[in-house]
């Protein structure tokens, strides 16, 4: 997919140094780079980045088994927040679970990440369930959201 300014395109093992800088400014809990290296080759898995002008801007990875697809993460560089990269990679990888049949997408979010919360509302996820103390950091339930994909 060409955005105005960006490219949405797979994510490569070319990409990890960017896309780790990315995640550990991202997350309390980053992924290690060897879990992305083993997530290059699952073949039940899809990852994207924004590409602007050749740097790792966002990414987003997703598991699709059968009629369901788990969203693993999504993150935007610091600099490039709140111009719509993650709203178009989610979308992006909404394509390629219809497109293998899904019929809904499942992600966990902490309820205090307003951000990710706000943007996965306005994508048509709905609140399903609770897991309890998920985050081992500190504790932290996680809210199952789902997108229903036969209803939209
Ligand atoms: C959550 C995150 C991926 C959003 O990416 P983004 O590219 O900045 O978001 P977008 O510009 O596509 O915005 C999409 C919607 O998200 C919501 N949103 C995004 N940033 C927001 C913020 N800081 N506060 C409130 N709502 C916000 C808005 O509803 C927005 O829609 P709008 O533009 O119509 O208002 C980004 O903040 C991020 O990388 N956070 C750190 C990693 C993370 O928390 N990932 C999710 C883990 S579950």
New binding site residues.
């Given amino acids: 997919m060409l955005n105005s300014s960006y490219l949405i395109r797979k994510m490569t093992k070319q990409d990890l140094d960017e896309v780790m800088i990315i995640e550990i400014e991202?997350?309390t809990m980053p992924w290690s780079r060897e879990s992305y290296e083993a997530e290059l080759e699952n073949q039940y898995a899809s990852y994207l980045v924004c590409d602007y002008a050749g740097e790792v801007a966002?990414y987003a990875g997703m598991w699709s088994v059968y009629e369901e697809a788990h969203i693993t993460?999504?993150?935007?560089g610091k600099e490039?927040?709140?111009?719509?990269?993650?709203?178009?990679l989610m979308l992006e990888e909404e394509k390629l679970a219809r497109a293998k049949k899904a019929e809904r997408i499942l992600?966990?979010?902490?309820p205090s990440?307003?951000?990710?919360l706000?943007?996965y509302?306005?994508l048509g996820f709905i609140p399903t369930s609770i897991r309890k103390q998920y985050y081992s950091n500190n504790q932290e339930d996680a809210l199952i959201m789902t997108k229903y994909l036969d209803k939209v």
Avoid: P, T
């Fill in positions: 991202s997350f966002a993460n999504v993150a935007v490039f927040r709140c111009q719509g990269m993650g709203r178009n992600l966990e979010v902490r990440n307003s951000a990710a706000a943007m509302q306005g």
